[in-house]
C-alpha cells in the first residue's frame, strides 16, 4: 500500500493554469506506474494521465496537449501541470498506481474552473 497526498487545487479562470502535486510514502514509489484521476459532479471517476516507472507517459484525449504529468523520485512526487483549463475540467482530482488500487485512494484536490 502506498499513502498518498494530493495538494495543489484551487479555484482558476477558464484558461488559467495551475499544477497538481501528489507526494507518496514508502520506499518503493519509484518501482510504480502512477496516474492522475478525476471525478467530476455527477459523473464516474475517469482516468487523466499515466507515467511509467521509466517516465513514459500517456494521456486521455481531452487533455492531450494541455496537461503535463511528470514525476520526482527522489522526492516521491507526482506532478500534473494543467494548462488552458477549461470548465468541462472542474472536479476533484486524486493520484493512484497505475492501474488504480482501492486502497491507495486519498481525498484528493478540488479543481474549479469558472469565471
Known amino acids: 500500500q502506498v499513502q498518498l497526498v494530493e495538494s495543489g487545487g484551487g479555484l482558476v479562470q477558464p484558461g488559467g493554469s495551475l499544477r497538481l502535486s501528489c507526494s507518496a510514502s514508502?520506499?518503493?514509489?519509484?518501482?510504480?506506474?502512477m496516474a492522475w484521476y478525476r471525478k467530476a459532479p455527477g459523473k464516474q471517476r475517469e482516468w487523466v494521465a499515466g507515467i511509467t516507472s521509466g517516465g513514459s507517459t500517456n494521456y486521455e484525449d481531452s487533455v492531450k496537449g494541455r496537461f503535463t504529468i511528470s514525476r520526482d523520485n527522489a522526492k516521491n512526487t507526482v506532478y500534473l501541470q494543467m494548462n488552458s483549463l477549461k470548465p468541462e475540467d472542474t472536479a476533484v482530482f486524486y493520484c493512484n498506481t497505475d492501474p488504480a488500487l482501492r486502497e491507495n485512494w486519498g481525498q484528493g484536490t478540488q479543481v474549479t474552473v469558472s469565471s
Open positions: 514508502g520506499s518503493v514509489f519509484s518501482f510504480y506506474a
